[in-house]
């Protein structure tokens, strides 16, 4: 049996000025503002600076949050959906520079792998997939990140971008159309890959290693 | 059959990504958003001192005005639009004789005092009490005593540089009643420029005034007893 707070009761203790209550918000809420932020942005520092300007907003504007309408996540996604926003029309450029930092981490976890083989092809195909991602455009991006990366709803997903369900729909379902089309010729690999993996295993492996890294 | 293919396979890959993505978080930024965050409770309590500290600050000073406000001069208040004239006493001997003297010292100023014995106006000039011995004997006790305020009490400012012919007087002197402002740099910042004060004024034979003495008695400078 846990006594924790609910969101609202802890944006009414931090109206009153409880610190705590505010480090408890962000302790259960920042993965997901940073998270969003990162794989909109790229960018490590410009994701870091959005989550701590959503926290200090969320300290200025906490009496504008309403439980009825939204949850408080739907609330913080949406503040920093805008920060994002403003980010992107200030720096186009650095969401080019800051994709190696994902790569590097990626890198990272390939050598805990138990089969490395596998490993590199899968994380060449998500290499491949963020690239493509991060080459949509920002309202594509954006719905795709919120409702295929975080899991939200298409509800949710139409609270944070402002926009009707079907909207978020129709744009999920364009986002996934030029997603398959950019990775087209990865799929189509990773497709021959499986057959000669139920065939063959070793064979198939083996090759499935060699086309990859001609990608 | 081949698009749902590969739908399932960006299905799954987006699933890995998100997957990955789970890892990402940057509790570091607790500290920074803490320190960063300005609470309402607290903006609300610098507001609200700020309310408070005005109205406090402002009594504060209409306090120390009303204390320090000069009291008007009711026996004279019929008059205070007009100039008066109050003495007009000359003595040109000894006058003439200290004038003398004060251009031979390196002083900036000459003092009058009135004598009271002689009916008339006798200048001394100003000297250092501790090269005087003169003066140390006379009022050692002034010299510990006298504050800025009480030398200029009697202390006349030339106002016109004075010929020899000039020095010999005779003199008169004035006394007025003028605004402030009137005595231009020579006026304390504690006058107001419209508040009425009182002056000697040291007239030469030709009419000129050549040195003026604010009336330190009068109503400007309230601090100190009439």
């Known amino acids: 049996m846990t006594n924790d707070p609910s969101d609202p009761e802890l944006l009414e203790r931090m109206a009153a000025g409880d610190r705590e209550a505010l480090a408890i918000i962000f302790r259960r809420h920042h993965r997901t503002v940073y998270r969003f932020s990162r794989q909109m942005l790229g960018s490590k520092e410009a994701a870091e600076d959005v989550t701590q300007d959503v926290f200090v907003a969320l300290t200025r504007s906490a009496n504008r949050f309403n439980p009825a309408v939204a949850s408080l996540s739907t609330y913080l996604y949406g503040i920093a959906r805008n920060l994002v926003l403003q980010q992107y029309k200030r720096s186009k450029a650095r969401i080019e520079i800051s994709i190696d930092t994902i790569f590097h981490e990626e890198d990272a976890a390939l050598a805990t792998a138990a089969d490395p083989a596998e490993s590199i092809s899968r994380t060449q195909m998500t290499r491949q997939l963020r690239l493509a991602i991060f080459r949509l455009p920002v309202h594509y991006r954006e719905v795709v990140v919120l409702c295929e990366l975080n899991g939200l709803s298409y509800e949710e997903a139409a609270q944070v971008a402002g926009c009707p369900v079907g909207t978020i729909r129709s744009r999920l379902s364009r986002a996934r159309q030029m997603l398959i089309e950019r990775c087209r010729a990865l799929m189509n690999v990773e497709s021959a890959a499986e057959k000669e993996h139920q065939s063959e295993e070793e064979v198939g492996k083996r090759w499935l290693i060699l086309t990859k890294n001609n990608c | ?226």
């Open chain 2, 1 to 226: 059959m081949a698009d749902t293919h590969q739908e399932q396979l960006l299905s799954d890959l987006l699933r890995d990504v998100a997957r990955d993505d789970e890892r990402l978080e940057a509790p570091h930024l607790e500290a920074r958003i803490l320190a960063s965050a300005s609470l309402p409770e607290r903006a609300r309590s610098a507001r609200s001192r700020a309310w408070v500290m005005w109205p406090v600050a402002a009594a504060a000073v209409f306090a120390v005005a009303v204390t320090f406000r000069p009291k008007p001069d009711t026996t004279n208040r019929a008059v205070q639009d007009s100039t008066e004239v109050a003495v007009a006493e000359s003595s040109p001997a000894p006058v003439r004789k200290q004038l003398e003297a004060a251009r031979k010292q390196p002083v900036r100023s000459v003092r009058l005092q009135p004598d009271r014995s002689a009916r008339g106006v006798r200048l001394q000039p100003e000297r250092s009490r501790q090269s005087d011995p003169d003066l140390r004997a006379q009022a050692p006790e002034r010299a510990t005593v006298e504050s800025p305020v009480a030398h200029s009490q009697i202390e006349f400012v030339p106002l016109l540089p004075m010929t020899e012919q000039e020095l010999a007087g005779p003199f008169q002197i004035v006394r007025v009643q003028m605004p402030g402002a009137s005595l231009g740099s020579l006026r304390s910042p504690l006058v107001l420029p419209n508040e009425m004060i009182e002056a000697d004024v040291l007239l030469g034979e030709d009419g000129r005034a050549r040195a003026i003495r604010v009336n330190t008695s009068g109503s400007i400078y309230p601090w100190r007893p009439r």
